[in-house]
């Protein structure tokens, strides 16, 4: 069995009530179950919340939400794996088994069905573990710097500062879309290791939604995006 398994809490903070917020219309989960569904790589999509609102736009939506995720989960620092696993878990206490598992975020309106597919496909047929959404970055970060307590610039790495950028490796950064793991693999390796696959996506396709700068640069372009 594949499931996928979108984690949306009700307790977001720098977007209040993100999850369920108004996207171009309806809310901005309804884009992350609609593209699963409409991928058919699973056999269940399930959203795992502990916002009862979130539940009723979820499955008005077509998900399953099958139990309520509990408080211990809940909260600013449980980490994602953690509530995948209590999913999945739950899923297999009902005696189902689960060969492949995909972590789908509810704040991925740009995502596009044939990237999930393909993260679906080329996982089955490699030895790999796990495979994720990526993409390039736009310039090169050895050539970046941060802000010391003064206001100042300190590269990360001054070495670089005279090398021209065609000359510097490309770099690459996880797109925040989805993530693919085979069920019942052992990995020692982060996810960004050899034993995952990045599918590489373009950066038109790629936006952080963290602020309401983020979200206002996202509805600009998912709109040029549905105009081509």
């Not at 499931?3 to 720098?14: L, T, Y």
Request: charged share 30%; hydrophobic share 35%; net charge neutral.
């Amino acid at each position: 069995m594949n499931i996928c398994v979108i984690p949306a809490r009700g307790g977001s903070k720098r977007i209040p009530r993100k999850n369920v917020k108004y996207f171009l219309g309806k809310p901005i989960i309804a884009y992350s179950i609609e593209m699963a569904l409409e991928s058919k790589c699973f056999d269940r999509v399930i959203v795992s919340t502990d916002d009862d609102e979130i539940a009723s736009v979820a499955e008005k939506y077509g998900a399953e939400v099958p139990f309520k995720r509990p408080h211990e989960l809940s909260d600013d620092f449980i980490g994602v794996e953690d509530v995948i696993n209590h999913a999945v878990k739950y899923i297999e206490s009902e005696g189902k088994s689960c060969k492949y598992v995909c972590t789908l975020y509810a704040t991925a309106p740009l995502l596009q069905k044939q990237y999930l597919i393909q993260g679906y496909e080329e996982l089955k047929n490699s030895e790999a573990v796990n495979s994720f959404s990526a993409t390039s970055m736009p310039f090169p970060i050895q050539r970046s710097f941060k802000l010391t307590k003064e206001g100042r610039c300190k590269m990360f790495t001054p070495e670089y500062y005279m090398s021209r950028s065609q000359d510097l490796d490309e770099a690459f950064q996880d797109a925040g879309q989805f993530y693919w793991s085979k069920r019942g693999q052992i990995s020692n390796e982060i996810m960004f290791g050899k034993d995952s696959i990045p599918i590489l996506l373009p950066r038109y396709l790629v936006q952080d939604i963290d602020s309401l700068e983020d979200w206002t640069r996202a509805e600009y372009m998912y709109q040029i995006l549905k105009k081509k």
